[in-house]
């Protein structure tokens, strides 16, 4: 049994599904405006300018800037090509507000409640606090602390943000389990000293994208993974709760 105190979250796609909860909230919005476009093109189109935000500010070449104004930036330069740049303000504002109001995977909510009854669980993602705390109340995500990007004022996976958020817990970062869907998060947070959790999400990306939940057991051999788990249910299960 892994002696940590803490687990530490990675959310969107990891606790969240980012794909169709973006899908469902600008298909509502194309409706409202007439507009015809493909969903899930829209989703995938809009987090894929996620991470070069990000490395703006990573690279030193921004100040660090929260999640839901680099959203809205992102969202203002694919509009045009999804024919939503008319957009009123509030509809824009609505889209990007859809990040607070995702989804949790269907065994995100039970398996948080099992792991808070042994473990202190924290949120260590890239969005901001209000983003997340939104998050939380809407899809009954149980946290015991929010640690948006504003806490540690880097962005994953500089080491900055993994070893901040351990030390505002006030623990080692061996006594903190890093809990993600996504194989760069888990080695830089191994590479800082926390102890790593795999989670299986083959449908983030669709269903078109996934792969076979028996590979899931080569991540254990090939990665070396503290825990490699099916969900959170699974990870609770593992670690005893």
């Given at each position: 049994m892994l002696r940590v105190k803490a687990l530490l979250f990675d959310v969107f796609g990891t606790v969240v599904d980012w794909r169709s909860g973006i899908a469902r909230e600008v298909e509502s919005i194309a409706k409202k405006n007439d507009i015809s476009l493909d969903p899930f093109d829209f989703a995938d189109a809009w987090r894929a300018e996620y991470q070069p935000a990000m490395e703006e500010i990573r690279k030193g070449?921004?100040?660090?800037?929260?999640?839901?104004?680099?959203?809205?930036?992102?969202?203002?330069?694919?509009?045009?090509?999804?024919?939503?740049?008319?957009?009123?303000?509030?509809?824009?504002?609505?889209?990007?507000?859809?990040?607070?109001?995702?989804?949790?995977?269907?065994?995100?909510?039970?398996?948080?409640s099992l792991l808070k009854k042994k473990y202190i669980l924290a949120t260590q993602s890239n969005g901001n606090i209000a983003l997340i705390v939104n998050m939380a109340k809407f899809s009954n995500l149980n946290w015991d602390v929010i640690l948006g990007a504003e806490v540690t004022g880097h962005y994953k996976p500089e080491p900055e943000a993994y070893l901040k958020a351990c030390n505002a817990l006030n623990f080692k970062t061996e006594e903190c389990l890093m809990v993600a869907a996504h194989e760069d998060d888990l080695r830089s947070a191994r590479q800082q000293g926390m102890k790593t959790a795999y989670v299986h999400r083959p449908f983030e990306y669709g269903k078109d994208k996934l792969f076979d939940i028996a590979e899931v057991?080569?991540?254990?051999?090939?990665?070396?993974?503290?825990?490699?788990?099916?969900?959170?249910?699974?990870?609770?299960?593992q670690l005893g709760c």
């Open positions: 070449r921004r100040s660090f800037t929260i999640l839901d104004i680099l959203h809205m930036e992102n969202l203002k330069k694919i509009a045009p090509k999804f024919n939503l740049h008319n957009l009123s303000d509030d509809d824009f504002e609505f889209l990007v507000t859809a990040w607070h109001r995702l989804p949790g995977w269907p065994d995100s909510s039970d398996g948080l057991n080569d991540y254990k051999g090939d990665r070396e993974w503290d825990i490699v788990s099916t969900d959170l249910k699974n990870l609770a299960k």
